[in-house]
């Protein structure tokens, strides 16, 4: 064989490779890794699924804050019943980035249990502590919506929390500063 064809097929061989790798990476697209997020709807966890190149697949499950008010105030149902919803997820492939949405009840529901317990703790920064009682009640009822679908209670019951919220006490510097007029 000639010298001149020798080099012919090694060119045809490598645009070959070449259009099946670019094939392979815009077509195919092969997903590298993925990570997904849950929230239980019976107990406000989260849990983080992490898929690497369709195989290995790792999940953890964390206590949120609002879980963690739920366990403390005896307000997880025993066996736990688990309603794991899609929240939201990375898809990381060759060709870049992609971004995938769960419900946005869910989404909803989420930042309600978040709201609640930055509320709880503003209540106590602001030297207003709601009682233990008070506290039960509010996570109680937001639990309860929550297992009910009712999103839109989720809501009312952190909006109300926020408009029940007594004036923070004024500051000293505050005093201090309109006495000389600074």
């Known amino acids: 064989m000639k010298r001149r064809n020798k ?28 990570h997904r997020f849950y929230i239980d709807l019976n107990s406000g966890r989260t849990k983080t699924q992490r898929t690497d190149f369709g195989g290995r697949t790792e999940t953890r499950e964390h206590d949120t804050p609002f879980s963690e008010l739920a366990d403390r105030f005896s307000l997880l149902t025993e066996p736990r019943e688990e309603r794991w919803c899609f929240l939201h997820g990375r898809t990381y492939t060759f060709g870049g980035l ?17 709201h609640l317990v930055r509320a709880l703790e ?9 009682s233990e009682d008070r506290q039960r009640e509010l ?20 909006d109300q929390l926020y408009d029940d919220m007594p004036p923070p006490p004024p500051s000293r510097n505050s005093s201090t500063n309109a006495s000389t007029g600074l």
């Open 98 to 114: 992609a971004r995938e949405s769960g419900l946005p009840e869910y989404n909803r529901a989420f930042n309600a249990t978040s």
């Open 7 to 34: 080099v012919l097929i090694g060119v045809l061989i490598a645009i070959g490779v070449l259009f099946l790798s670019f094939m392979v990476v815009s077509v195919i697209d092969p997903v590298i890794r993925r």
């Open 139 to 158: 996570v109680s009822e937001m639990l309860e919506a929550m297992r009910n679908d009712d999103y839109e209670s989720m809501s009312d019951i952190v």
């Open 122 to 130: 503003l209540y106590k920064i602001i030297g207003h502590p709601l």
